[in-house]
């Protein structure tokens, strides 16, 4: 497993982390047993980095993963969540007496003092333009509630402006092969900054698994079934808002591009995680299977510049004016 440091925070981490929205809600059920096997196998496999929030769940992923560390003292784990949508996203809801409360319940889930790492979670974007938000989080972290502080956004616009702020250590972006955007002008800042770059919704919602065809279904309370409008939340969080139809076709493109010897999440992963810029992928998983699938693309060997260039042009035919001019 390749290791890399996220961005600002110092710490040291896997290439290839896991993302537990899966474990607490949207994904279809998932027990608590296998929830701590998911998060069992990964660490067997090499993963020392988890992302959660205090919304998946309504807490139960933060509260299933604190558990299971308790449990297996000694670990090397890195935990970052996120916090701001307990309330309504408005502007006016992201202040420091509201960052204690949910920070001391992340702390209460999570059983520690200290949190690694605590994200803004896609808030409005005049949020990311408030000195008050950063004079908030910038209190926490002398307060010792949190270490570091990041965002997660949903556009590069809101990215750069965070990356400009000095105390932002991390941001977490959806970048995957249907989404590029943020190669064009987040990474480059990113890197030149020093801010670590999260890559969330790698596998676009299982698009990029090379397993869905037309007769996929998903369960109910799942946001695959649910999301494809965005009536929920951001549809470029559902498929990384590439419609269905479009997205298969896609999907099968890509896989045609593999190597032989590699399985097409497997690159898809590691195309992602072999960015220079880039400091972990946090793709979920809902079994240990997949999560030591998951884990694999941390030792992928280069994918190379082929791949590369024929991975952007597949982007540039069927994707970049979905893509592009939206996030």
Same mark, same amino acid.
């Given at each position: 497993?390749?290791?890399?440091?996220?961005?600002?925070? =110092?710490?040291?981490?896997?290439?290839?982390?896991?993302?537990?929205?899966?474990?607490?809600?949207?994904?279809?059920?998932?027990?608590?047993?296998?929830?701590?096997?998911?998060?069992?196998?990964?660490?067997?496999?090499?993963?020392? *980095?988890?992302?959660?929030?205090?919304?998946?769940?309504?807490?139960?992923?933060?509260?299933?993963?604190?558990? *299971?560390?308790?449990?297996? $003292?000694?670990?090397?784990?890195?935990?970052?969540?996120?916090?701001?949508?307990?309330?309504?996203?408005?502007?006016?809801?992201?202040?420091?007496?509201?960052?204690?409360?949910?920070?001391?319940?992340?702390?209460?889930?999570?059983?520690?003092?200290?949190?690694?790492?605590?994200?803004?979670?896609?808030?409005?974007?005049?949020?990311?333009?408030?000195?008050?938000?950063?004079?908030?989080? #910038?209190?926490?972290?002398?307060?010792?509630?949190?270490?570091?502080?990041?965002?997660?956004?949903?556009?590069?616009?809101?990215?750069?402006?965070?990356?400009?702020? $000095?105390?932002?250590?991390?941001?977490?972006?959806?970048?995957?092969?249907?989404?590029?955007?943020?190669?064009?002008?987040?990474?480059?800042?990113?890197? !030149?900054?020093?801010?670590?770059?999260?890559?969330?919704?790698?596998?676009?919602?299982?698009?990029?698994? =090379?397993?869905?065809?037309?007769?996929?279904? *998903?369960? !109910?309370?799942?946001?695959?079934?649910?999301?494809?409008?965005?009536?929920? *939340?951001?549809? =470029?969080?559902?498929?990384?808002?590439?419609?269905?139809?479009?997205?298969?076709?896609?999907?099968?493109?890509?896989?045609?591009?593999?190597? #032989?010897?590699?399985?097409?999440?497997?690159?898809?992963?590691?195309?992602?995680?072999?960015?220079?810029?880039?400091?972990?992928?946090? $793709?979920?998983?809902?079994?240990?299977?997949?999560?030591?699938?998951?884990?694999?693309?941390?030792?992928?060997?280069?994918?190379?510049?082929?791949?590369?260039?024929?991975?952007?042009?597949?982007?540039?035919?069927?994707?970049?004016?979905?893509?592009?001019?939206?996030?």
């Amino acid at each position: 497993m390749e290791h890399h440091t996220l961005g600002r925070t =110092g710490r040291t981490v896997s290439v290839i982390g896991l993302g537990t929205w899966q474990l607490g809600a949207d994904w279809g059920e998932v027990s608590e047993s296998d929830a701590r096997d998911v998060l069992a196998a990964s660490v067997d496999a090499g993963v020392t *980095f988890f992302d959660t929030a205090d919304v998946y769940g309504d807490g139960r992923s933060e509260s299933v993963i604190g558990a *299971f560390l308790a449990d297996n $003292p000694g670990h090397d784990i890195t935990v970052a969540t996120k916090m701001g949508r307990r309330l309504e996203q408005l502007p006016e809801n992201y202040v420091l007496a509201n960052f204690r409360e949910w920070t001391d319940r992340s702390r209460r889930n999570l059983r520690v003092d200290t949190l690694d790492l605590v994200q803004l979670h896609c808030p409005p974007s005049a949020v990311f333009t408030s000195d008050e938000v950063y004079d908030a989080l #910038d209190t926490l972290v002398s307060d010792g509630v949190i270490a570091n502080y990041g965002v997660s956004v949903e556009t590069t616009a809101q990215a750069l402006d965070a990356i400009a702020r $000095p105390g932002t250590a991390t941001v977490q972006i959806i970048l995957n092969a249907f989404r590029q955007k943020p190669l064009d002008e987040v990474l480059p800042a990113a890197q !030149a900054a020093g801010v670590g770059i999260i890559a969330r919704v790698p596998l676009a919602s299982g698009l990029l698994s =090379g397993k869905y065809t037309r007769a996929t279904t *998903f369960a !109910a309370n799942d946001h695959r079934t649910y999301n494809r409008d965005g009536s929920a *939340f951001d549809v =470029g969080e559902t498929f990384s808002g590439v419609p269905w139809e479009t997205g298969l076709e896609a999907a099968h493109e890509f896989a045609d591009l593999v190597p #032989d010897a590699v399985p097409v999440a497997e690159a898809a992963l590691a195309w992602i995680a072999q960015h220079p810029a880039v400091s972990a992928v946090i $793709p979920g998983a809902r079994s240990v299977k997949q999560a030591v699938a998951n884990a694999a693309a941390g030792s992928t060997p280069p994918l190379g510049a082929a791949f590369d260039s024929a991975v952007a042009d597949l982007y540039d035919r069927r994707l970049r004016e979905l893509i592009h001019p939206r996030w």
